[in-house]
């Protein structure tokens, strides 16, 4: 049996993501749920592109197709789902979530009974696409103001890798969209541009998705109604403010990488959502910047005043609570003009 090149992609997709499907079933680390998520998606699209492959060799395939549109409308939801289980670390499958699922069940319901509805109904999963794709984008912005508010570190945890695959995602159907209404896009010898995002589209997930940091497993939803909440009352505000930056200077508390908004609020005995709004309101900065100015100050200055000769840059970085390279070098030029080497180097000269 001889396979031309777009019947091999084919084979290639559904034996990659199955294989991935079963590395992500059978890991035990705390990403459990968001590996489980994962899983079900490339197992889904595995059997999708194992029919596709049947029906390309021209196998009987007439009982298949009634329930071919289960798959598209499979997607979205399970992506969206797998995006909030990335944002949200006390996700949980409510039964709310298991609504997202009711069209795919329908389809499958329809095709049993022998009414498949996939042939009258099926483009429908375009829409359902498009929605669920916005709606995870949107969810993915929401999640990067909520984590500038609440949490001090950033570079390694504002899911950009996510928002790439989600574009490539996007990119994919819209592609199929075209193919399904007008004609096909090939590229290298009939291989299809759809085939070529989706291997894109699977190692992206895959290989991402398991180095997402463990340490860090997402915001709480109280974080959410903390930033979602106002207060209105500014009595003894600058008294207030006053205490927090006095606070700051004497303890340090931004010496902890992790720190989040939650631990400030518990060390200066104040409620998380009016500690919120003093920093934003009446220090004018959200909570990561307000945190790394104080990181900052302390690095130029343990830069310019080293414990002893022998104290490196990486050392500092770490003492004053940045925990990455290359996030500290881009945030120290970016404020100072120079980079740390440049600034130890040339001392008081750039002394800001």
Partial sequence: MVFNINQLSLLFIAFQSLMFSIILFSSHNSK???????????????????FLLIERMNFNFESVKPFLCVFGFLYGPL???YTQSLIFKDFIFSPRIYLHALPAGFMLLSGLIGYGLCSKLGSLMYVSLIFYSIISIRSIYR????VKQTQSIISEINLSWLQWVLIVFTITFLIDIYQHFYSAIEIIEGLSLVNLCLLILINGMFFRGI???????????????????????????????DIIKEYMEQTKPFQNSRLTLNDLAIQLQLPPKQLSQ??????????????N??????????????????????????????NSKSSFNTLFKSKTGKTPSEFKKYGTRFHL
């Fill in 211 to 241: 180095q997402q940091p463990i340490i860090f497993q997402g915001i709480l939803r109280q974080d959410q109604m903390i930033i979602n909440s106002q207060v209105n009352s500014e009595e003894n505000s600058k008294e207030r403010v």
């Fill in 293 to 322: 100015s104080y990181r900052l100050d302390m690095a130029k200055e343990r830069l310019l005043n080293p414990k002893d000769e022998k104290e490196t840059i990486l050392e500092i970085m770490y003492e004053v609570g940045f």
């Fill in 143 to 146: 999640y990067r103001q909520i």
């Fill in 79 to 81: 992506l969206y789902a």
């Fill in 32 to 50: 459990k749920l968001s590996n489980t998520l994962l899983a079900i998606f490339l197992l889904v699209l595995s059997s999708q592109m194992g």
């Fill in 278 to 291: 003093i920093i934003n309101r009446q220090i004018g900065q959200n909570f990561i910047d307000f945190i």
